[in-house]
């Protein structure tokens, strides 16, 4: 079946550091691939998305490559700022709904 | 915009108790979901409703009900409550085009249950 495997959090980064977190899924036929995000206290927002191999999604400085050959997603951003402090999910979607990794909470300490 | 309203945000019930978690969205979406969120667990596809009429189990359905009962509205319930059902629930909703459509999903805030 479909999954998705996140690392592991939580993550603790100092301001300005650089942000990776890992993704990688298994999905029969050709997944739509997302990232989404969860600030304290609210329901999951879309944060970026990529709809084929090779296709980058990016928003607020963040990016993402779906890259079919090692069937990954990872997130970057290149300076983190303290309002980054969130929990981030993968998600992909192919012929089903939408299927989540188990977060990975970010935390961005001044 | 109110995009997805889910009520209620807090409820603590006693093991055996029945209640209805309700969600509403008004963006015409044609699906409607229902995640349960856990630490450690992610989150997780309790029951969804690709089109008004249809609903489908998702992978955590035992325990649960849901009823769309219109397009705009999808409701949970919890028959006999019990402590593992203690949980985050959200309601999410997507647009046109059905499941495999690759728009995104539309999230509420989240009811937080505990079961005593």
């Known amino acids: 079946g479909n999954s998705v495997t996140q690392m592991e959090g939580p993550v603790t980064l100092s301001e300005e550091a650089f942000l990776t977190i890992n993704c990688t899924y298994t999905?029969?036929?050709?997944?739509?691939l997302f990232w989404y995000v969860q600030y304290p206290g609210e329901g999951l927002q879309l944060l970026l998305k990529a709809t084929k191999a090779d296709d980058k999604g990016s928003n607020k400085g963040f990016e993402a490559t779906y890259r079919k050959e090692t069937t990954s997603f990872h997130l970057e951003k290149g300076s983190v700022q303290v309002s980054d402090s969130a929990v981030y999910f993968c998600a992909l979607r192919a012929n089903t709904p939408l299927v989540f990794g188990k977060g990975t909470r970010l935390s961005v300490i001044a | 915009n109110a995009g997805v309203t889910q009520t209620p945000k807090f409820q603590v019930l006693k093991t055996g108790q029945s209640m209805t978690l309700q969600c509403a969205q008004d963006?015409?979406?044609?699906?409607m979901y229902w995640y349960r969120q856990d630490p450690g667990m992610g989150l997780r596809l309790i029951y969804y409703s690709a089109s008004e009429g249809t609903t489908d189990k998702g992978e955590v359905p035992n325990g649960y009900n849901v009823s769309r009962l219109n397009k705009r509205e999808f409701s949970l319930r919890l028959e006999s409550a019990a402590p593992s059902q203690t949980s985050v629930y959200f309601c999410?909703?997507?647009?046109?085009?059905?499941?495999?459509?690759?728009?995104?999903?539309?999230f509420g805030e989240g009811s937080r249950l505990t079961v005593l």
């Open positions: 963006m015409n979406h044609n699906s």
């Open positions: 999410a909703s997507s647009g046109t085009g059905g499941l495999t459509n690759t728009g995104e999903l539309f």
């Open positions: 999905a029969t036929g050709y997944p739509s």
